[in-house]
C-alpha cells in the first residue's frame, strides 16, 4: 500500500491511488477575470489522476474534503463526518452531481474508526459543497466508481489539529485492514488563500513551496508539528485533508502535477500513489524556489489565536444564517439579487450588520461577525445569479 506498511503493523486494503488536490470553485464557474491557462493547469492536473483512476482500477474512491458551511455550518460542526447515503449529492451554484456511495465499505469504515475509540459523526442525508463537486467533476468524471465521502472540519474552530486528523487516518487504515478492496484516497484541499478576508489577495507562496518541498522528500514531522493557529495564520487549514490521507500512506513522498499561482490561490496538485514516473514535469506557471526552502518557506509565526476563521459568536448567527441562505437557497439568492433591502429587512439583524450587509461587494461584513467564508460565497454566489442571463 505504501512504504509505510509495516509500521501500520497490519496488512490494510490496498491503497492503489492517492493525490490530494485544489478544489476551487473558479475551477466550475471559470469567472472572467481568472486566467484560463492557469485554471487550465489545475484541470488538467485533475483530469490526469483521473486517468490514473483507469489504470489502477479502484473498487472505491475515498474522497477527503471539508464543509465550507454548506454542509453542517452552525447547527452543528462536527470535526469529522462519513457520508452514508446510497448517493453523493454535491452541488455548487447550478452544477449538480450525484454519485454512488460504497455503503458497505463506508459502513465498515465506520464501525471500525469506532471500534478503534475515535468517534467519527455519520450523516445519511447531507448535501456536499465544492470540496467534491471539483474533484467528482474533474478527476471522477463519467467513470463508474463509487464514492466514500469524508469531511473534515477546516473553518470553523476549535479544530482538530493535523496530529489528529493524521490519527484518524490511522484509524481508517486500520478499520480497513481485513477489507479485499483496491481503493483511491483523494485529498481535496489546499493550498495557501484566505478567502473572504482583508488578506484575500495575499497567499503564502513561498509556505506552499515548502510544503511541497517537503511532501516531495516525504519529510511529515514538521508538517505533522503545526497547530490549527499556526495553518490559519498562512492560509493552510485545508491540509489538514492531506493530513488524514497521510495517515493511510505513511511516510509514501509525492509528486507534483501542477502548481499555479493566483491572486488569491495556491493551487496545487499533488500525486502520492503510484509514483510518478521519473523525468515527468509538472505544470508550473512560472519557477518555484530554486534550492532548499527555508522552514515555513520562511514565514516566522506570531499569533497564538486564530486570526482569520474565528471561532463564530452566538451573537452574530442572525446575520451567518442568512448568508447561509444566500448561498444554499436559490430562492433566497434570487431574492437577494433582486431586493435586498427586503430580504435584509426580514432577518433579525443589528442596524449595523444590515447595513455591511447592503454595501456593495459585503465589504466589512466580517468586522461585523460574518464568517469571512460565509462572506465571500454570498458574495460570489449573488454575483453569478446576477450575471445569469434571466436576471
Known amino acids: 500500500m505504501a512504504t509505510d506498511r509495516t509500521r501500520l503493523g497490519a ?124 474533484p467528482f467533476e474533474f478527476v471522477l468524471g463519467d467513470r463508474d466508481i463509487p464514492v466514500i465521502p469524508l469531511l473534515v472540519n477546516a473553518y470553523l474552530p476549535p479544530l482538530p489539529s493535523p496530529r489528529r486528523c493524521h490519527a484518524l487516518g490511522r484509524a481508517i487504515a486500520g478499520a480497513l485492514a481485513d477489507r479485499p478492496e483496491r481503493i483511491a484516497v483523494l485529498a481535496s484541499g489546499g493550498m495557501s488563500h484566505f478567502p473572504g478576508t482583508a488578506r484575500y489577495t495575499d497567499p503564502q507562496f513561498s509556505f506552499d513551496e515548502w510544503v511541497l518541498q517537503e511532501v516531495a522528500a516525504g519529510r511529515y514531522r514538521e508538517l505533522l508539528d503545526l497547530t490549527p493557529v499556526q495553518l490559519d495564520e498562512v492560509g493552510e487549514s485545508e491540509l489538514l485533508t492531506w493530513f488524514v490521507m497521510l495517515g493511510m500512506l505513511g511516510d509514501t513522498p509525492g509528486s507534483l502535477l501542477s502548481y499555479q499561482h493566483l491572486s488569491h490561490h495556491g493551487h496545487g496538485v499533488v500525486q502520492f500513489l503510484p509514483p510518478v514516473s521519473p523525468g515527468s514535469r509538472p505544470d508550473v506557471d512560472r519557477p518555484l524556489t530554486a534550492g532548499p526552502v527555508p522552514r515555513y518557506g520562511g514565514y516566522e509565526f506570531t499569533s497564538s489565536e486564530f486570526i482569520y476563521y474565528r471561532f463564530p459568536e452566538p451573537s452574530s448567527f442572525a446575520l451567518n444564517r442568512l448568508l447561509h441562505q444566500v448561498i444554499t437557497d436559490e430562492a433566497t439568492r434570487r431574492e437577494f439579487v433582486r431586493d435586498p433591502a427586503a430580504v435584509v429587512g426580514r432577518a433579525a439583524l443589528t442596524a449595523e450588520q444590515g447595513a455591511a450587509l447592503l454595501r456593495d461587494g459585503f465589504d466589512g461584513l466580517t468586522a461585523v461577525g460574518a464568517h469571512p467564508l460565509l462572506a465571500l460565497s454570498a458574495r460570489q454566489v449573488s454575483e453569478l445569479e446576477r450575471n445569469t442571463p434571466e436576471n
Not at 25 to 46: C, F, M, W
Open 11 to 134: 496488512s490494510v486494503a490496498e491503497v492503489v491511488a492517492a493525490a490530494a488536490a485544489v478544489h476551487a470553485p473558479q475551477l466550475l464557474s471559470r469567472p472572467p477575470h481568472e486566467d484560463p491557462a492557469k485554471l487550465d493547469g489545475s484541470t488538467d492536473a485533475l483530469r490526469r489522476f483521473g486517468r490514473v483512476l483507469d489504470e489502477t482500477a479502484p473498487d472505491a474512491l475515498l474522497v477527503i474534503g471539508i464543509d465550507h458551511l454548506e454542509t453542517f455550518w452552525l447547527e452543528a460542526v462536527p470535526a469529522f463526518t462519513l457520508v452514508l447515503s446510497p448517493q453523493a449529492h454535491a452541488h455548487y451554484m447550478r452544477k449538480r452531481r450525484r454519485v454512488p456511495v460504497h455503503t458497505e465499505l463506508a459502513v465498515r469504515l465506520l464501525h471500525g474508526v469506532v471500534e478503534r475509540d475515535f468517534d467519527l459523526t455519520y450523516s445519511q442525508q447531507a448535501t456536499l459543497g465544492h470540496a467534491f463537486l471539483t
